[in-house]
């Protein structure tokens, strides 16, 4: 009965490579996000969708794309790696969008190691 | 544009002794505040949150925090600690006018035995 969950858990690839993490959400949430959790804890967003409508895109290379097949799947995909890319990545849901005060709900991330 | 400052990135106390994580905020209008804890390994789970109701909220596994508009702080508290609650923890901040949630840097929360 996992809420947001993510594949892999781990994810280690060498620069250069393509790769993908997908997310899917069981809570009948509208809204799902990607989070990108440095080596120092520090977490900001860079994705989210509304059903499956881009809202927010934050300063992020265009090696990084997302996709929403439907409203409770939300994947990213990464191009040409880079060792800047090692990080944690999460995605999360939400039942609206972050205007009317709903929480977040977090998968349990995915570790990205870049060598 | 909203803002959130976590004072302290590590915290140390004594098993059963307060847990004080200070969290103030940067809004020009009135916030949503959240309050989210993060154990190795995890996704972050939501503690607790203030949307313009009763400015004391009460959260999840004892803790507590209290909205004051007028010190633009979110402390979070819990009156007796446990080894349990070593984990980080991170405050948050959105409103109406936005559609993402600010995170502060986090306090890693260490439990002294």
């Known amino acids: 009965d996992t809420a947001v969950s993510q594949t892999p858990k781990y994810l280690v690839t060498q620069m250069g490579n393509d790769k993908s993490i997908k997310c899917e959400q069981n809570?009948?949430?509208?809204?799902m996000y990607w989070y990108k959790q440095d080596s120092k804890k520090f977490l900001k967003i860079m994705f989210s969708?509304?059903?499956?409508?881009?809202?927010i895109n934050e300063t992020v290379p265009n090696r990084f794309s997302p996709k929403s097949p439907d409203k409770a799947h939300l994947n990213l995909h990464i191009n040409s790696l880079e060792l800047g890319d090692s990080a944690v990545y999460f995605c999360?849901?939400?039942?609206?969008?972050?205007?009317?005060?709903?929480?977040?709900?977090f998968g349990n991330g995915t570790r990205l190691t870049v060598t | 544009a909203q803002s959130v400052t976590q004072l302290g990135s590590h915290v140390s106390v004594s098993e059963g002794a307060l847990v004080l994580l200070r969290c103030n905020y940067s809004s020009s209008v009135p916030p949503y505040l959240f309050w989210y804890v993060q154990y190795p390994n995890q996704g972050l789970q939501l503690l607790l949150k203030y949307t313009s109701a009763a400015t004391l909220v009460k959260g999840i596994n004892g803790f507590e925090a209290e909205f004051k508009k007028s010190e633009t702080s979110f402390h979070l508290t819990k009156p007796s600690a446990h080894m349990s609650d070593a984990a980080e923890y991170f405050c948050a901040v959105s409103d109406h006018r936005d559609d993402k949630i600010i995170f502060g840097k986090g306090t890693r929360l260490h439990i002294l035995p």
């Open positions: 999360a849901s939400s039942q609206t969008l972050d205007r009317m005060g709903s929480p977040l709900h």
């Open positions: 969708y509304n059903n499956k409508e881009l809202i």
């Open positions: 809570l009948g949430h509208d809204t």
